[in-house]
T-cell receptor, first 116, second 112 residues
Framework: EAGVTQFPSHSVIEKGQTVTLRCDPI?????LYWYRRVMGKEIKFLLHFVKESKQDESGMPNNRFLAERTGGTYSTLKVQPAELEDSGVYFC??????????????FGPGTRLTVT | GEDVEQSLFLSVREGDSSVINCTYT??????LYWYKQEPGAGLQLLTY?????DMKQDQRLTVLLNKKDKHLSLRIADTQTGDSAIYFCAERRYSSASKIIFGSGTRLSIRP
């Protein structure tokens, strides 16, 4: 079974440009999450989809970030226009359910975004 | 607050034990996790402990939880070169089930 995949693995763009990151969750996982790690700091939650609906977007930093999950399968995270402080590693994760039995969020390898 | 804190670096000799420490602030934490990130790879769940437990052992890994002090530790016995990675402490709270709250990560390096 394929794990969570992310594309691209690395993106270098100039300030003011637009970048779109893609995440393909594990097949059958309704829950999809975006996180990011900026400047070697903590990994911070951005948002959570349940199928195509945004369940929790409390971590989205500002309106330059737009996440979508049309059809409830893959998700995209667009940054427009990108700023220097957006540089970091963007992780995607997916999980099967949210039950409080042990559940695991499976993480992808991340997309390293560098804004120059 | 949302702080999960851990030291940034740890260096140990191969074969010794590594102990990575973490503190968290929210007493409503339900699950506490240790994730491992190897170079170029995603985050791998190493182990977890439920908040009503004091200790969990899994082969070379021992997790200790002091709920009173909100302190979590990960002990790796007989540390090997393959253990070189960044280790993230994380928590999940009943009040916000969606998200996992991470620390900044501890980079473990192994010296011969």
């Amino acid at each position: 079974e394929a794990g969570v995949t992310q594309f691209p693995s690395h993106s270098v763009i100039e300030k003011g440009q637009t970048v779109t990151l893609r995440c393909d969750p594990i097949s059958g996982h309704d829950n999809l999450y975006w996180y990011r790690r900026v400047m070697g700091k903590e990994i911070k939650f951005l948002l959570h989809f349940v199928k195509e609906s945004k369940q929790d977007e409390s971590g989205m930093p500002n309106n330059r970030f737009l996440a979508e999950r049309t059809g409830g399968t893959y998700s995209t995270l667009k940054v427009q226009p990108a700023e220097l402080e957006d540089s970091g590693v963007y992780f995607c994760a997916s999980s099967q359910d949210l039950g409080f039995s042990t559940y695991e969020q499976y993480f992808g390898p991340g997309t390293r975004l560098t804004v120059t | 607050g949302e702080d999960v804190e851990q030291s940034l670096f740890l260096s140990v000799r191969e074969g010794d034990s590594s102990v990575i420490n973490c503190t968290y602030t929210d007493s409503s934490s339900t699950y506490l996790y240790w994730y491992k990130q190897e170079p170029g790879a995603g985050l791998q769940l190493l182990t977890y402990i439920f908040s009503n437990m004091d200790m969990k052992q899994d082969q070379r890994l021992t997790v200790l939880l002091n709920k009173k002090d909100k302190h979590l530790s990960l002990r790796i016995a007989d540390t090997q070169t393959g253990d070189s990675a960044i280790y993230f402490c994380a928590e999940r709270r009943y009040s916000s089930a969606s998200k996992i709250i991470f620390g900044s990560g501890t980079r473990l390096s192994i010296r011969p």
